[in-house]
């Protein structure tokens, strides 16, 4: 209750003072608590009495934070003991769900947090400038308990704030202010709040979940309106000198990539109005567990893509064309399994693609790990990884498969692993684009090393990025071990199917 002094009738405050106060070890000796009244000590002994979980100081992340945990109701009686000036929406959430109590059963967090905002500076451009400032939030543990309430003018006035005469301010903004829904009304695309949900992760059976809106701020209030007319904030607020010099400040996601050693990134752009639910592990008493519910929008770096892999299944297309015209000049007949056969006599040349196609997947393994353990793999990438598979394996199970020097070939293995290859290029391309926006998350989870920069490994590996992610193993390991377990589905089938041509002719 005391540090909630700093953010006593104010919609939001500075860094600063808040970093300072709430950095303060959890020790009493360091408080003084003579401002507070005996009404708000009698509130605060009640409150620990019922089991209501209190958090301070910086954490584990280097973040200073107040947040407290409890039902809505007392959530409710915080803020208007405290004199907090919190959203009305997220007021009127709580007094909803109040009411319906028994509707979803949850528990509620209030949290006070520095959070990145970001504003114009220039007009008709992207470059905004960015400030961090503390704002509170409300939320239950299980989104799915999160009533749906639209600030209207029922709910809060709305006054004109800055006449901009015909401009509007939102017209020109960064692409991340566009990936999230805001509690104003603006040009800025219109993002719904509902998000699909696994309904076996949520508590109550949930499809769909709500998140919680990003606000904007101009001297100090809350905005309920941007556009060519000017900047309509709640009239209940009046506007703060020192908030004014910023003009008007719009919540900014957080930005979390996760990088390759190759320094590609997948960015991360998640809504910065963290939610989770509380637990405590008897094990580790002194110690507060989270479960994080998050909504994140994803987008991969734009990066150049070969086209080897493409021109290497053309050469080995050329190949056997002409190999083909030069078996059909002799002017007499042969069978079709020494056809194939001759085509790949030259060993030289099944060398030649096999290495063309590993330089290709060693030099790209990060990339098309990142972009299959992500959901961002592009047509183009799963082009290439098509052509890869059948270059590969094909040259390789040639080399594998060819007898001593004049690499005389199995003719049945020969005619099952041609008629394999188009099924098999087919099943590769068709499966990789149907999981082609699909993260597959055991990529990162059981076959990758996520580094951070401060590590003696992250500094080796990570270059200029905060983290990176090393793979263990590769895609040419990969292709080698599918390649090697199709032959011998091959060698098996080709096996069999000599059996039984040989009983058919002994008969």
């Known amino acids: ?79 208007n003991m405290a004199k907090l000036n919190l959203s009305p929406q997220m007021v009127r959430e709580l007094e909803l769900a109040i009411e319906h109590a028994d509707e979803c059963v949850t528990g509620w967090t209030m949290m006070s947090v520095v959070r990145l905002f970001q504003y114009p500076i220039a007009r008709d451009s992207k470059e905004f400038g960015q400030v961090p400032a503390v704002d509170t939030h409300v939320f239950p543990d299980y989104t799915e308990c999160r009533p749906v309430v639209e600030i209207t003018d029922e709910l809060v006035g709305s006054k004109l704030a800055l006449d901009t005469e015909g401009r509007d301010l939102l017209e020109v903004v960064p692409d991340q202010l566009k990936l999230f829904p805001y509690s104003f009304t603006s040009s800025l695309p219109q993002i719904s709040r509902s998000a699909p949900a696994d309904k076996s992760k949520t508590k109550n059976g949930a499809t769909t979940v709500v998140q919680s809106y990003f606000r904007a701020y101009y001297g100090g209030c809350r905005v309920r309106a941007v556009n060519t007319t000017g900047v309509f904030i709640e009239d209940t607020c009046e506007g703060s000198k020192h908030w004014l010099s910023y003009g008007l400040m719009v919540h900014s996601p957080d930005d979390i990539p996760l990088c390759s050693t190759g320094d590609v990134c997948i960015h991360n752009f998640f809504n910065s109005l963290w939610e989770w639910e509380h637990y405590i592990d008897p094990n580790v008493p002194n110690r507060v567990g989270i479960n994080l519910n998050t909504f994140r929008s994803r987008y991969a770096d734009r990066v150049s893509i070969s086209i080897l892999p493409g021109l290497v299944v053309a050469q080995m297309l050329a190949s056997r064309i002409i190999s083909l015209y030069q078996v059909m000049s002799h002017k007499r007949s042969v069978l079709l399994t020494q056809i194939w056969a001759y085509r790949c006599q030259n060993g030289v040349m099944q060398v030649i693609y096999l290495a063309q196609v590993m330089y290709h997947l060693i030099y790209n393994s990060d990339l098309y790990l990142l972009g299959l353990a992500t959901g961002t793999l592009t047509t183009a990438s799963i082009a290439n990884l098509t052509c890869s598979f059948f270059a590969f394996s094909y040259s390789f199970i040639n080399l594998v498969k060819a007898r001593s020097g004049d690499q005389r070939l199995d003719r049945r293995f020969r005619l099952t692993w041609e008629v394999m290859q188009v099924a098999i290029t087919l099943c590769v391309g068709s499966v990789l684009r149907s999981i082609q926006h699909t993260p597959i998350g055991s990529i990162l989870s059981q076959n990758a090393e996520i580094l951070r920069k401060t590590s003696a490994r992250g500094a080796k590996y990570c270059g200029l990025n905060d983290a990176c992610v090393l793979f263990t193993i590769n895609i040419p390991t990969v292709v080698s071990l599918l390649s090697v377990a199709l032959a011998l589905v091959a060698s098996l089938i080709a096996h069999w199917y000599g059996r039984g041509v040989s009983i058919q002719l002994g008969i």
């Open 1 to 79: 209750m005391l540090k909630h002094k700093l953010i006593e009738n104010v919609a939001i405050t500075s860094a600063p003072p808040f970093f300072t106060f709430t950095s303060l070890a959890p020790n009493v000796s360091l408080y003084d608590f003579s401002s507070l009244s005996d009404e708000v000590l009698a509130f605060s002994e009640a409150l620990d009495a019922n089991g209501t979980l209190c958090q301070s100081s910086k954490n584990e992340w280097g973040t200073s934070l107040i947040v407290v945990t409890g039902t809505a109701q007392e959530l409710l009686s915080i803020i």
